[in-house]
Nanobody, 126 residues
Framework: QVQLVESGGGSVQAGGSLRLSCVAS?????????MAWFRQAPGKEREGVAA???????TYADSVKGRFTISKDNVKSSLYLEMSSLKPEDTAMYYC???????????????????WGQGTQVTVSS
C-alpha cells in the first residue's frame, strides 16, 4: 500500500520558519524520482510550491523562491521543505505528492502526480 505522511506543520508568526517532512512508504516508494510540495488555502485552488527529482534538481514557484528550499533523500524515500521568512499568505494545507515520471515543465502541476499525502497545516500570523 502506497502511503505519504507529512509532518512539521504548525503555527508561526510572520518572518518565522518551519520545516516540513514527508515520508513515503509502500511498494516502489524507493523508485519515486519525482516528489513535490503543493498547498491549498481556503477558497483557493491547489498550487505547486516546490518539486525535486531524483538528481536533486529543484523547481520553485515564484512566490517562494529565495524563501523555501526543497530537498530529497532517496535512501529514506523522504522529502523536506525548509520554509523561512514566512508570510501570512503562506498559510495553507501543505501536501506531499509523488510519481514515477513527471516531465520537467510539469513539475508543479498537481495532475501529474498520482500519490498524495493527507496534508499538514501551516498557519502564519501577522
Amino acid at each position: 500500500q502506497v502511503q505519504l505522511v507529512e509532518s512539521g506543520g504548525g503555527s508561526v508568526q510572520a518572518g518565522g520558519s518551519l520545516r516540513l517532512s514527508c515520508v513515503a512508504s509502500g511498494e516502489y516508494a524507493y523508485n519515486w524520482r519525482y516528489m513535490a510540495w503543493f498547498r491549498q488555502a481556503p477558497g483557493k485552488e491547489r498550487e505547486g510550491v516546490a518539486a525535486a527529482d531524483g538528481d536533486g534538481i529543484a523547481t520553485y514557484a515564484d512566490s517562494v523562491k529565495g524563501r523555501f528550499t526543497i530537498s530529497k533523500d532517496n535512501v529514506k524515500s523522504s522529502l523536506y521543505l525548509e520554509m523561512s521568512s514566512l508570510k501570512p499568505e503562506d498559510t495553507a494545507m501543505y501536501y506531499c505528492a509523488a510519481d514515477n515520471l513527471v516531465p520537467r515543465d510539469y513539475r508543479l502541476r498537481d495532475y501529474r502526480y498520482e500519490y498524495w499525502g493527507q496534508g499538514t497545516q501551516v498557519t502564519v500570523s501577522s
